[in-house]
């Protein structure tokens, strides 16, 4: 089982950055692909990105990018999501989720574990 919790979460202004991190518990991490989602009130939950168990492959929604970097460091047990160039139709609670499949979903029913979310608001 893995236990995972989200930090970094902010408000901010529109244009500038963030970095949240998504640290996870065990000694598997490195055999979880991991996604980061983001859910807007109102709306349903939405894929923004994942990368694979080795880190070397990633996958974006169109919506983010060139602006959202994600990255792991398997050493520490960590995930982080790079967010520049914000914008106030990013604001919502972003979570992030591990799986055990070997790929690295774009659907949330495909993720085994998810952390407690936290807050970016951008304001304009």
């Known amino acids: 089982q893995v236990q995972l919790v989200e930090s970094g979460g902010a408000l901010v202004q529109a244009g500038g950055s963030l970095r949240l991190s998504c640290a996870a518990s065990?000694?598997?991490?490195?055999?979880?692909?991991m996604g980061w989602f983001r859910q807007a009130p109102g709306k349903e939950r939405e894929f923004v990105a994942a990368i694979s168990r080795s880190g070397v492959s990633t996958l974006y929604a169109d919506s983010v990018k060139g602006r959202f970097t994600i990255s792991r460091d398997n050493a520490k047990n960590t995930v982080f999501l790079q967010i520049n160039s914000l914008k106030p139709e990013d604001t919502a609670v972003y979570y992030c989720a591990a799986t055990s499949r070997t790929y690295y979903p774009m659907t949330f029913y495909e993720y085994d574990y998810w952390g407690q979310g936290t807050q970016v608001t951008v304001s304009s």
């Open positions: 065990g000694r598997t991490f490195s055999t979880y692909a």
